[in-house]
Structures are given as C-alpha cells and as structure tokens.
C-alpha cells in the first residue's frame, strides 16, 4: 500500500521561504514521477510542479516558476519542495501526487496521479 506523508508547511510572512518534503513509501519510489499540488480554500486543486523519475526533468505552474523548486531523492524516497519569495495567494493545502509513470505528463501534469498525500498546510500572512 503505497503512502505519501507531508511535511514542512507552516505559518510564514510574506517574502520568506518554506521547504516541504514528502516521504513515500509502499512500492519503487524511483520508478515513478512525483509532484506537488496545492487547494486554496474555495478553489480546485491546481498543479505546481512534477519531476521525472530520475529527476532529470522537471515542469513548474506559471504562477511558481522561479520561485519554487521541486528536487528529489530516490535513495531516501523522498520528494522536496522549496518555496521561495511567498507571496499570500500561495495559501493553500499542498498535496504530494505519485504519477503511474517515470516521466508523468509534462503537457497535462494533473494527468496519470496514482496516488495522493493528505496534505500539509501552508499559510503566508501579508
């Protein structure tokens, strides 16, 4: 049974810096792409970010690029996700996703999740 478990979110002002990891267990981490979601309250889940199995290739959401980097380490079975420049309207829910796949979709990256997290909670104050 595959689990993915959050952690790292938190409460943090504006312009600072958060890094959320997720460790997956349950079946071959390194066979799989990974990546990261997020709900804001009253909105859908949206995309943020997705890295191939061997972390060679990596797709960021628009409203992220630059600021966020998604890394991984298939020794540890672990998932990273440092925010940098927060900004109030990345408040929401992040959410880990393993894709059915080594490289995941890179031109529909909410495609082919397997299996998601429970979530941990981030909140930039202004």
């Known amino acids: 049974q595959v689990q993915l478990v959050e952690s790292g979110g938190g409460l943090v002002q504006a312009g600072g810096s958060l890094r959320l990891s997720c460790a997956a267990s349950?079946?071959?981490?390194?066979?799989?792409?990974m990546g990261w979601f997020r709900q804001a309250p009253g909105k859908e889940r949206e995309f943020v970010a997705s890295?191939?199995?061997?972390?060679?290739?990596?797709v960021y959401a628009g409203s992220v690029k630059d600021r966020f980097t998604i890394s991984r380490i298939n020794a540890a079975n672990t998932v990273s996700l440092r925010m940098n420049s927060l900004k109030p309207e990345d408040t929401a829910v992040y959410y880990c996703?393993?894709?059915?796949?080594?490289?995941?979709?890179?031109?529909?990256?909410?495609?082919?999740?397997?299996?998601w997290g429970n979530g941990t909670l981030v909140t930039v104050s202004s």
């Open positions: 349950g079946r071959t981490f390194s066979m799989y792409a």
């Open positions: 890295i191939t199995w061997n972390g060679g290739s990596t």
């Open positions: 996703a393993q894709y059915g796949s080594p490289y995941g979709d890179s031109r529909t990256p909410s495609y082919g999740i397997d299996y």
